[in-house]
């Protein structure tokens, strides 16, 4: 199994920007596809992007697309998140996830492994 644990999360001005990061720790991190999820207070969970595991495909959800930016690091054993012109709506609580079998899914339950999650606040 893989560990996943995020950081870079924090509190920035509508506008901003911040940049997560996610490191995975066990098996090898290449063998994964990745993804970043969002849960807002009182919300379901949203999926926001994905990436194959070589990092050359990614897909993003609607309500971010053009705004943030996954990729990936597999010599780093690392995911990335920009997130670019940040909005008030996009406070939420950011989990990394990945998925063992290697495929790509907007789906939280098709991912076996999460992080802990990170905080991310954005004022208006």
Same mark, same amino acid.
């Given at each position: 199994q893989v560990q996943?644990?995020?950081?870079g999360g924090g509190l920035v001005q509508?506008?901003?920007?911040?940049?997560?990061?996610?490191?995975?720790?066990g098996r090898t991190f290449?063998?994964?596809?990745m993804? #970043?999820?969002r849960q807002a207070s009182g919300k379901e969970r949203e999926f926001m992007a994905h990436i194959t595991k070589s990092g050359r495909t990614t897909f993003y959800a609607d309500s971010v697309k053009g705004r943030f930016t996954i990729s990936r690091d597999n010599a780093?054993?690392?995911v990335y998140l920009q997130m670019n012109s940040l909005k008030p709506e996009d406070t939420?609580?950011?989990?990394?996830?990945?998925?063992?079998?290697?495929y790509n899914s907007g789906r939280s339950n098709e991912y076996?492994? #999460?992080?802990q999650g990170t905080q991310v606040t954005v004022s208006s």
């Open positions: 996943l644990a995020e950081s509508a506008g901003g920007s911040l940049r997560l990061s996610c490191a995975a720790s290449s063998n994964y596809a993804a #970043w999820f780093k054993n690392t939420a609580v950011y989990y990394c996830a990945a998925n063992g079998l290697g076996d492994y #999460w992080g």
